[in-house]
């Protein structure tokens, strides 16, 4: 209950405070300014060795779509879901891509049967989770998806942030997602690790 209060009270945060970014090629020039090269390929190729069966993603922390138009736009035959706790992104979502779906969830439960989906894509997710939130995070994933690839800051230590009111958790990520998951391959740009997992 009190996971579901903290996320419940950051809502209206996340739902007015937080920066969104309103275009894809916006998405681009951010991550280019970080040190990728080519963000397009990268982000596409981690879906290269995936064994598709169901041919459904889940992207947690959609926000307003824009990445998981992109990906569902780079793959072929794959339905696309999102899921954000900021209703107002998943407003903007829906209407501005009506071929997917999203749904605003409560932070804790993804509502979602077992093994939903080929994969849970999430970038940039992890480091907003709370520590003692994590485990039941990462059960939620495994519960619902076969394989998890995950774009995160290449952090080598547990480290509280606070950046503009907001409170980053860093972990050594490489270290844990390694884990609670079946390392598949890692790569590293920009600052971040590129991660593709086995849910199991």
Sequence with gaps: MEKLKYYDEMRPRWANDYPSIDSIEDVWKF?????YQNPQDSIIS?????DWQQHRILDVGCDN????D?????LSNVQGFGI???PKAIDRATEGYPNLNFLAYDGAHFPFTDKYFDVVFMSAVAKHIRYEDREG???EIKRVARYLI??????????LEK???WTFYHSNFEEEFNRYFRLQSLSREGGDMLGVYQCV
């Excluded at 991550?31 to 040190?35: A, F, Q």
């Excluded at 992109?70 to 780079?74: E, S, T």
């Excluded at 995950?150 to 480290?159: F, G, R, S, T």
């Design 150 to 159: 995950v774009i995160e800051v290449d952090a080598k230590e547990k480290k």
């Design 70 to 74: 992109f990906i569902c736009n780079g």
């Design 46 to 50: 981690l879906f290269n060795d995936i």
């Design 163 to 165: 950046f503009s009111d």
């Design 137 to 139: 995070f990462y059960d």
């Design 65 to 68: 779509g824009l990445m998981l």
């Design 84 to 86: 954000d706790i900021n």
């Design 31 to 35: 991550y280019k300014e970080c040190g």
